[in-house]
C-alpha cells in the first residue's frame, strides 16, 4: 500500500511538472511571437548636448535596416542595433532592450567634450572628457575651451586613439600636445571659476602654453603642465590681489608662472 502511494505521489509531481513544462512551452511561443509594439529612445541632454537627439536615433537605426516596429520579439538583434548605435560619432554608450510587452527601449548616452582643438592647419576637432577625439557636428556647435596655435595633430591622424594610448606610446608622447591640452582642459572645467574665466588656450612658437583670460589683456605664460595646480593657485592669488587694488590690473603686459614658487611680471 505505501508503495502504491509512492508511486501515485511520484506520478501526479511528475504530471504536474510536465504540464507546467508545456505551458512554458506555450507561453515562451507565444512571448517568441509577440510583436515589438513601440520604441522607447532616451537620450541624454546634460549639459546642453544636442549632438544628436531621438529623431535622429531612430532615423538612424531605420537608415541602418534595424526596422523593428511590427517584428517579431524573437527577431530583434539587439547587440547589432547597440553596435550601430555605438558607431556613431556623437554616441558615448549605448544600450537596448526588449520589454515583456514588446516595448523597444534604447538607451543613449552623448559625448561630452570639454576642448575644441583647431590645429595650425585649420584642421578642428573636440575633445571629449573620456579623452578620445570626436569630429565636429554639422547639427550642433558645443561652446566649450578652445586650443589653439602652434598645434599639429590632425584628427584623421589621431582620431583612432584615446589621450591615454597617445600618453603610453613613446613615438606619439614625444611630438603629442593632446595630453596636456586634455589634462589642462580637464582641470579647467572642473572648477567653476577657471570655466568662466579662460576661454583659450594658446600655443606659442616655443611650444610654451598661454592662457588667454576674458579679465585682462595680460599675456600668461603658463608653460606646460607640470606643477599645474601650484600654477593656478599663483595665478588665483595674482587675481585676488588685482581686484583688490585700484589700477593694478593695468601694470603689467606679461604674467609668467613657468618658474617655480613665484610669478614673474613684466610692467607695460
Request: hydrophobic share 40%; aromatic share 10%; net charge neutral.
Amino acid at each position: 500500500m505505501k508503495k502504491f502511494k509512492k508511486i501515485a505521489f511520484i506520478s501526479i509531481w511528475v504530471l504536474l511538472i510536465a504540464g507546467l513544462l508545456v505551458s512554458l512551452g506555450f507561453v515562451n511561443a507565444e512571448q517568441e511571437q509577440l510583436k515589438c509594439s513601440a520604441l522607447d529612445i532616451h537620450v541624454n541632454q546634460d549639459n546642453d548636448l544636442y549632438f544628436i537627439d531621438k529623431i535622429d536615433v531612430a532615423q538612424l537605426m531605420k537608415d541602418r535596416g534595424d526596422s523593428i516596429m511590427g517584428q517579431p520579439k524573437a527577431s530583434v538583434n539587439v547587440t547589432k542595433i547597440e553596435e550601430s548605435l555605438n558607431s556613431h560619432a556623437a554616441v558615448s554608450n549605448a544600450e537596448v532592450s526588449v520589454s515583456i510587452d514588446g516595448v523597444v527601449k534604447v538607451d543613449v548616452k552623448q559625448r561630452n567634450p570639454l576642448i575644441r582643438v583647431i590645429n595650425a592647419d585649420g584642421d578642428s576637432y573636440y575633445i571629449d572628457d573620456e579623452g578620445r577625439l570626436m569630429p565636429l557636428s554639422d547639427k550642433y556647435t558645443m561652446k566649450v575651451l578652445v586650443a589653439n596655435g602652434n598645434i599639429f595633430e590632425p584628427y584623421s591622424k589621431r582620431y583612432q586613439h584615446s589621450i591615454k594610448d597617445i600618453s603610453k606610446d613613446s613615438l606619439f608622447k614625444a611630438t603629442s600636445k593632446l595630453d596636456e591640452l586634455y589634462a589642462m582642459a580637464t582641470f579647467i572645467n572642473a572648477d567653476p571659476f577657471w570655466k568662466a574665466q579662460i576661454p583659450q588656450i594658446f600655443y606659442n612658437q616655443d611650444n610654451e602654453i598661454e592662457i588667454v583670460p576674458m579679465v585682462g589683456d595680460q599675456k600668461i605664460i603658463f608653460g606646460d603642465t607640470t606643477s599645474m595646480e601650484e600654477k593656478f593657485k599663483k595665478l588665483l592669488t595674482f587675481y585676488q590681489q588685482g581686484l583688490n587694488t585700484t589700477g593694478w590690473w593695468n601694470r603689467y603686459s606679461v604674467i609668467n608662472l613657468k618658474f617655480k614658487n613665484q610669478i614673474v611680471c613684466t610692467k607695460k
